[in-house]
């Protein structure tokens, strides 16, 4: 059923959202899982079934919002503060129209709009959010302030990306292999190159969701030790196998998804050279490829630079990057939609 928003008034629309609450919200939750009023800060608080759940709602809003052409104003009367520390273009676009097209207000905030530890402290900074908006999402550079963030905070607060971790991106990779393959259990990720934030959420959540999960890094630029052993706890408790080696080649064997991201994030600009150095011979190449499963895909999570993989790769029909791109939005609308309603997916829960 589809609306024309020009020919309601609000007060057509909310009489409406009465009549049809059932249509829009879904019938009373029938669910062992329940995320309203939660933080996202890192994959490692989210158990299986949780992650689980978020896919499936990504997939149940793509459905119904994009497919289907409805209006889920899930959102309507809340707002999200949206602080930005670093630059953004996936991350800011995908929260800001997808809290939008739910119906709710997003307001950007960088270093220039608040006084954002510098005149005003975190804490007082959350608490006065918490006063005015619904839910906190923050792109920082230290992941401690995240941790204070959300103690001071009566609302969620969601990391749109830390030093140590970006769970957003791991959600929007996990549902484009869902679509991909129709499934996760069972594949092999290979990451390739630093270990870095985006490796560090893939360490927190690929063994529960039943994938293997294959690391080459250079000497000096391994993931977080105590990272790796948690990893190494969660292989053995879902049975899944970890690789962490030198050799990119190695990595790469019976690989499904091959993965690599930026060897120099911001933050890391004076360290350019020795890091190029540092990553010769770790571009991912058709070459690399050759070593990897018959039905092997690509994800970058952008930008992109060519010393990081090359266009043959990059612009390859197995290169799933700018799908990987779009479901940013689905699956942080997924997050905010569990975080703050008690909306519950239509679409039938698809076998992960």
Known sequence: MLFNMRNFSIAKLT???????QFWYGPPAQRSVHLRGRDLLTLQNYTTDELKYLLWMALDLKQRIKHKGEYLPLMQGKSLAMIFEKRSTRTRLSAETGFSLLGGHPSFLTTQDIHLGTNESLTDTARVL???TNAILA???????????????TIPVINGLSDLYHPLQILADYLTLQEHYG???????????????????IMMSAA?????LRIATPKGFEPDLRITKITEQ?????GTELLLTKDPLEAADSANVLVTDTWISMGQEEEKKERLKAFQGYQITM?????????????HCLPRKPEEVDDEVFYSPQSLVFQEAGNRKWTIMAVMVSLL????????????
Do not use: C
């Not at 069972?186 to 390739?192: D, M, N, R, S, V």
């Open 15 to 21: 009489a409406t959202s009465k009549l049809l609450g």
């Open 130 to 132: 918490s006063s005015m």
């Open 139 to 153: 792109r920082v550079y230290k992941h401690n302030d995240l941790d204070l963030m959300a103690k001071e905070a």
């Open 183 to 201: 499934g996760l259990k069972g594949l092999t990720i290979t990451w390739i190159g630093d270990g870095n934030n985006v490796l560090h959420s």
């Open 208 to 212: 529960k969701l039943g994938m293997h």
């Open 234 to 238: 969660y292989s053995r408790e879902h």
């Open 287 to 299: 070459q690399t490829a050759k070593s990897a499963a018959s039905n092997w895909t690509f994800l």
């Open 341 to 352: 309603t008690d909306y519950s997916p239509q679409l039938q829960k698809p076998t992960f």
